[in-house]
């Protein structure tokens, strides 16, 4: 079964600082990558997603994320965030054709005006 | 957007009693629903897949007779936990695929808060 590894649970940081969220995936086949983010008092949503092509990966508000196969990885990345960046984010991952997703336990990101 | 509604948002119970949750796609439908929970500082947790019109499939160590999972239309999915416990206080996600789109990620619903007291 897939396992997903996100480290340093609690991250806070000054705005326009850069950001890097670590995630790591136990699976060797083909897999479909993605983040999620909840802000406070909200639903799950959708931040990107990788399927296949380009492993940098374009995301909402500034965020990014590169597929790193050979590391299994597959990280968060955004240049300079702001206030309203502090959320709970969520790494995830399904094997191909396979419709559960393993979650990791997430990143508390908090950024300090 | 695709949006998930999961009502009750907070519920509070006493031991013994049953509780419902119910999820809904407002937009779209879904063949498949999935519940998620979650304790706290830990990650989401797969409990069961509710298909449409059949059984749900649970994960190993769920108990399928203590969370019922009843998925009787496209739209409309429900989690009874029965005779609750307070080690059932939880957060409980659930989330849906639009049928009609291959690939989509998941849409999430806003969760419910459960405490069993």
């Known amino acids: 079964a897939q396992s997903v590894s996100q480290h340093n649970h609690h991250v806070i940081l000054s705005e326009a600082a850069s950001l890097e969220l670590g995630c790591n995936y136990s699976y060797g086949g083909t897999v479909n990558l993605f983040w999620y983010v909840q802000y406070p008092g909200q639903h799950l949503q959708l931040l990107l997603k990788y399927f296949s092509g380009d492993p940098l990966v374009k995301g909402i508000k500034g965020f990014e994320a590169e ?11 955004k240049p300079s965030v702001q206030w309203s960046d502090t959320a709970e984010y969520f790494c995830a991952v399904t094997s191909y054709g396979n419709n559960r997703l393993a979650f990791g336990k997430g990143n508390q990101v908090v950024v300090i005006p | ?26 937009d779209f439908q ?63 996600i659930c989330s849906a695929r639009d049928r009609g789109q291959n690939n989509s990620p998941l849409h999430f619903g806003n969760g419910t808060r459960l405490t069993v007291t």
């Open chain 1, 67 to 77: 597929f790193i196969k050979s590391k299994f990885s597959f990280n968060l990345r």
């Open chain 2, 30 to 92: 879904a063949t498949t629903m999935f519940w998620y929970r979650q304790f706290p500082k830990q990650s989401l947790m797969l409990m069961a897949t509710s298909n449409e019109g059949s059984k749900a499939t649970y994960e190993q160590g769920v108990e399928k007779d203590k969370f019922l999972i009843n998925h009787a239309s496209l739209t409309l999915s429900t989690l009874t936990v029965t005779s609750a416990h307070p080690e059932d206080s939880s957060f409980y």
């Open chain 2, 1 to 26: 957007g695709a949006v998930v509604s999961q009502h009750p948002s907070r519920v509070i119970c006493k031991s013994g009693t049953s509780v419902k949750i119910e999820c809904r796609s407002l």
